[in-house]
Each structure stands twice: as structure tokens, then as C-alpha cells.
């Protein structure tokens, strides 16, 4: 069959999105996913949570599970073996924050934890033994299963697995996670599709936009710096620019930098939130348990997104419900405020450090719901650190002389002047790019794309040229 559409899925950490344009067409849509919103209730929404929630028997009425069903495919005659009695979506996300213990979420995140058995059933993370479990690579499949249905219901002439389809993965997943991404989409009924890494995307994004006007766009750009954080990730790609020499053609474009897989995201900023409301909730020395935590950080999400947005309310309430018959007795709730969610977001996760400064070390890595996440939580750190990795080219990118590279023992020079100010530490001959796309659902938040663009310009003594993205979480 000839191919009609090239479709883009992005299978995010926390969302996933589907976006498409008809073969020899410009135009781009972005596919309006159908899900379950509410008990019974039906919406379409460009944003499928990547959420799949595991009722109790007798939890949902029968008609809300054949609904689930129906929208999962099951009841076409190609139906995908990967959804078992789950709802996936808005609903999923929401039941999830209600009822601990029950809701398997960050699928990507475990995708890419190569210390584990990712083809295990061992989500929901520490669930109760009789909560069904599934694997990172079933739950991934069970999102695109979805998607597939979806544009089944919308072009039933043009089934998905025939059209052209890229999807998206972190640039810093290896060959491993890869292979698994891969096997999630055989498991989907997709066995045919490209990789594309997501900052690439992002940027494909950006060009495809104002492709009319690149040499004009980009003429002052020598050095990109695509900065996508994501849900569970955080990637980091440079790309040289180099002007056309007649000033009108298109510049050309080459990668020269890709940071290492760092585990850090939106989720991270959750769980920090949530560790924060914990101790508010609880006696001195008492912890959540894994299901309790899950509900709580599911609750922070959701409060963050409140309080980060540009008509934030000075405060919201947080909520832990109890479980079982205790449900409702058992709720504890507390006050989460706009300014304390500021600073433990934006000054715990970009603070303003120097160029120099390397990511602080533990003993051990930090472990949450079974994933290892970095033990320095700050962005900023890990950015400095890219940027110090690839001082050479990107010095060379920029036009800078190779002798003034900044590229020595970073960190031993930042701790042999520790007691000198971040300010008086960043040197203007570091190699900071001088342009910077912003990708991610993370950056829907004006405090957090801010931060960025003023740490850039407090390494480099003036503000970085911020190539508009109008759609952070829709554009890869």
C-alpha cells in the first residue's frame, strides 16, 4: 500500500503526542487522541498521559472497562495483546492519584534502567501482590496500542502500521533501550518505523517553521545549544552553525555534542515537591510507602502545573487520600505555596552556579520507586559539565582560539576557589553557546525557561539568542 501520511510519535515520560501531515503536504496536525477522562466520559486530547491504571475487581463499573477496551483496540479483529484490564490516558492519571499502588507510570524512565529486567513484569513499582503487574516494555506498548486505535477510528483507510512513522527517543538511550523501544512498538502492531532522537526533532521542528527565513534567523547563530527536558530526561545536543558564504542559502548544520543519559526531568521536580509535602503530612521519622508516595507525587504534579503557570494562585491544597475503607477518614491534606514551589523547582534544579562547576558527588545514587536518579539534582551542574566536555569544538564553532580553552580540571579549580563568589568564578572565555532552543513540557513554566536563559547569559556576559517554541511539549 502506498504510503499517505508520515506520522511523528513522541512517547513521552509523561505525555505522549502524535503528530502528522499527508504525503506531499506541509500542513501539520497534531493528532486528537481519544481517551477516558472521567468515569464513562470521553474527550479528545492532544496529550495522552503515559499513564495505565490497574483496577480492582468491582473498582469500575462494566461499561467504563469496555470503554477502556474499545479505545485500547481490543475489539478489532488485528487487536494488540498488551492492554489487559487497564485504562490508559487522562482517567489513568487521575484514578492514579486517588488510589495508591495501582498506577504504573515514567515507562520510559525504566526503559532506559539497565539494572533491572526491563521485560519483567514489575510495574506498578511496589505494588501489593495481588495488583496485576507489567512490564516497562508491555506499559510502553500498551500507550502506542492506544495511539494505534486512535488514528484507526480517525483514518480507517489508511491503517497506521502502513504510514510512514518516526518515533522519538532520547539521544542519550543506548543501543539497549533502543532495541526495547523498538520491541515495544512490534508488541503494538507497529513493526515498522524509524528512530529519531528527540532534540533533533525538536530542532526539525524549528527549521521546518521558519525554513523561509533561515540565513536571516540564524545569521548571528555559530553554536545551538538544544536543551530538552522532558518528564524523566534530560538531553542535551550542540549543533554548529555555519553561515551559507553567499548570505542567502540555508546555513549548514552538524551536530558536535550529545550529553550522556541523565535521568532527570519533571519527574524529579514531582518527587521533590512531594518529598517536601511528606514531611508536612507525616509525624517525625514516619515515610510514605512506595504505592503512598506515587499517589502523593502524582498530587505534586498536578500542583506544580498550578502553581508554575503565569496566573499561579499564591497557594493550592495537596491531598494524600487513605486506601480501603479508611479512604476518605484517612485523607490528610496541606497548604503547597507558589513561592516555596519557585524555589525548590527553579533555584534546587537551575540554580545559577558557575561555568566551571561540576555536579556534586554522593556515595551513592539516589534510588526512588526502583530508578536510579542522578545524585545532584541541579540541571545547571550537568549543563556546566556538558559545556566543559565539549570546550574544544564548541570553541571552534564559535570562533574562539583553542589556546584559551577552559577545558582543564574543572572541578578541581572550582573546589580549590570555593569561597569565591559564582559570579566572580565565570570566566568569559568560556565556550557557551550563543543560541538556545528550549524543549519539553517542563518549559510551559515562563520561571523555568527564564532561569535558563539567565544562567546562559551569566556565563557568557550577555543573553543567548532563544529561538521561539511555541509548543514546548508538542514540538518533538
Known sequence: ?????????????????????????????????????????????????????????????PAT??????????????KAPVMGAAVVGQYARELGAQVPGRA????????????????????PWGAAEDVPKVSPVVASA?????????????????????QDIVLTVPASFDEGARALTLEAARLAGLPRLRLLEEPQAAFHDWLFRHREQLATELAQSRLLLVCDVGGGTT????????????????????????????????????????????????????RLSAAQLSQLVQRCRAAKEQLLAADAPEQVKVTLLGAGSRLIGAARSTELGRDEALSLVVDGFLPLVAADEAPRRRRAAIVEFGLPYPADPAISRHLAAFLQRHAKVARAALGLPAEA????????????????TA????????????????NGGVFRADAISARLEDLLAHWRGAAPRVLHNDAPDLAV
Open 235 to 286: 538531553d542535551l545536543t550542540l549543533i554548529q552553525v555555519e553561515p551559507a558564504a553567499d548570505g542567502v542559502s540555508p546555513p549548514r548544520l552538524t551536530r558536535i555534542g550529545v550529553g550522556d543519559h541523565l535521568m532527570l526531568g519533571g519527574d524529579n521536580m514531582d518527587l521533590a515537591l512531594a518529598h517536601l509535602v511528606e514531611k508536612r503530612l507525616l509525624a517525625s521519622g514516619e
Open 1 to 61: 500500500m502506498t504510503t499517505r501520511y508520515t506520522v511523528g510519535i513522541d512517547l513521552g515520560t509523561s505525555n505522549t503526542v502524535v503528530a502528522f501531515a499527508a504525503a506531499g503536504e506541509d500542513r501539520i496536525q497534531v493528532l486528537e487522541i481519544e481517551q477516558l477522562v472521567g468515569r464513562g466520559e470521553l474527550a479528545s486530547r492532544a496529550l495522552l498521559p503515559s499513564v495505565r491504571y490497574h483496577p480492582a475487581a468491582g473498582e469500575l463499573d
Open 65 to 78: 472497562l469496555r470503554l477502556a477496551a474499545s479505545l485500547a483496540g481490543l475489539d478489532a479483529a488485528d
Open 423 to 438: 559570579t566572580d568564578r565565570t570566566a568569559p572565555s568560556h565556550a557557551i553557546p550563543d543560541t538556545l532552543l528550549l
Open 104 to 123: 504504573v507510570a515514567s515507562a520510559k524512565s525504566w526503559l532506559s534502567h539497565a539494572g533491572v529486567d526491563r521485560s519483567a513484569a514489575i510495574l
Open 405 to 420: 580553552d577552559g577545558d582543564g580540571d574543572a572541578g578541581a579549580s572550582a573546589s580549590t576557589r570555593a569561597d569565591t
Open 142 to 162: 500498551s500507550y502506542l496500542a492506544h495511539v494505534r486505535a486512535a488514528w484507526r477510528r480517525r483514518h480507517p483507510e489508511a491503517p497506521l502500521e502502513d
